[in-house]
């Protein structure tokens, strides 16, 4: 059906006339367990086949030639709406005015990337669930509420006028898991969320344990105190740090004009680093890594790029369309955040009498952690964390930090230890010399 179907979507676009197209297929077999106090409460099976549409077409706007965009959306029951889907396509990209750009022909070497696994299918519901609960009972003062497990194989298929026809297989192992901890006549809820391509990196008995501790010490929790003191931020604190590095490094921001970092530019400012130097990669090709594909949104083959080394800008993440706008080389849209490792052992941030310090603060969850990805400025709420002085170790909740990145970075650590997330592979550990703390 799939094939009968790209055939007419390619019919249909070759009778316009268009200057490009670009068709995403992609079909999605998840199977799906619902848990309500440990008992599965639901279990479905859901088959998705959609289809993304992406039409150019040329126009001239005052004598220079302009390139129109549009795309929509649609799945095998909405095919018969599909000549009055591209009709409306075709009007809304002449209401858009860019420069124009070439899609990739797909002459290129494209990698082959690990990122599905093949043992995964509905009886992996089971073994979830199953871990689940062994793993929550072995916990004190704590009770699972619920758990919402996913299991994904994923089919990805890009064409475009221009004879690109590449493909992949992928899968997501995903959950959402829900403990109640006892504190006194009262219960602290603690929500963890997860995502994972393997079983084996499913790590479901270690996150339940990280969990339940956070949810027990969250009965005990007080403000930190207010001032600037050094932090230590771990875990999913660290997604998102990263992302304005990210930011000051794309070429859609150079070519915009919403950020001025020319090649060769310190990230960190001109002030003197007293800690480490920081080095990323844009890493498509880490087995695993949700951020890992075989091609990106254009059909540019993925691959690792060296944006950032020793604070410098090397490289601008650039896609086919910024790259020719710029006219630089096309390195694919964002793989995987991969951050080089520091030389100190994680454990030694946590002792304040190692660096000279009487307190540290490791904060290990935030309500939400949003970095300003154009002026790198960050306030988060502290969800879960730890003041830790020598001798004794307080849990925190709630209060805020605080900070600019440019300035911590120019004195931090980061940890020997690595850790693959989600979508980056960073350090265990970073420690700031001087955060602000807003709390008691």
Known sequence: MKNKLIEKLQTALSKRSLFGWQIFEVETKSHQSFLALGDRECFREANVLRYDITIHVLKEEGGTKKLGTSSFELSPESFPNLEKNLDEAIFAAGLVSNEIFELPDGTGSYPEVEILDASLSKDTLKECEDRTRSAVSKEKGIRL????????????????????????????????????????????????????????????????????????????????????????????????????????????????????KALGSNLVGAGKV?????????????????????????????????????????????NKQYADYLKIPVTGDLGNIEVAPGSTPFELFLDPSLIGEKVIYHIQAFSAFEPNPITGAFSAEIRAGYEIKPGSIQPIKGGSVSGFLQQGLQNC???????????????????FKKLTLAGA
């Open 145 to 260: 509420s619920s758990a919402e497990f996913f299991v994904d194989e994923i089919h990805s298929r890009l064409l475009n006028h221009k004879g690109l026809n590449i493909s992949q297989e992928s899968s997501i192992l995903e959950s959402e898991i829900i403990l109640l901890a006892s504190s006194g006549k009262d219960e602290k809820e603690f929500i963890s969320r997860f995502r994972r391509r393997f079983i084996i990196d499913f790590n479901l008995e270690v996150e339940i344990e990280r969990a339940s501790q956070l949810s027990r010490d969250a009965g005990r929790s007080r403000l930190p105190k207010t001032g600037e003191f050094p932090v230590v931020f771990s875990g999913e604190t660290l997604d998102k740090m990263f992302e304005p590095l990210i930011a000051w490094s794309s070429a859609r921001l150079r070519y915009n004009r919403i950020i001025d």
């Open 413 to 431: 650590l980061l940890s020997k230890e690595q850790e693959l997330r989600e979508r980056i592979l960073a350090p265990k550990g970073i420690l």
């Open 274 to 318: 007293a800690g480490d130097a920081i080095t990323i990669w844009s890493n498509g090709l880490l087995k695993g890594g949700m951020g890992s594909c075989r091609f990106d949104g254009f059909g540019s083959p993925m691959s690792r790029v060296l944006l950032i080394q020793n604070n410098i800008l090397k490289t601008y993440l650039a």
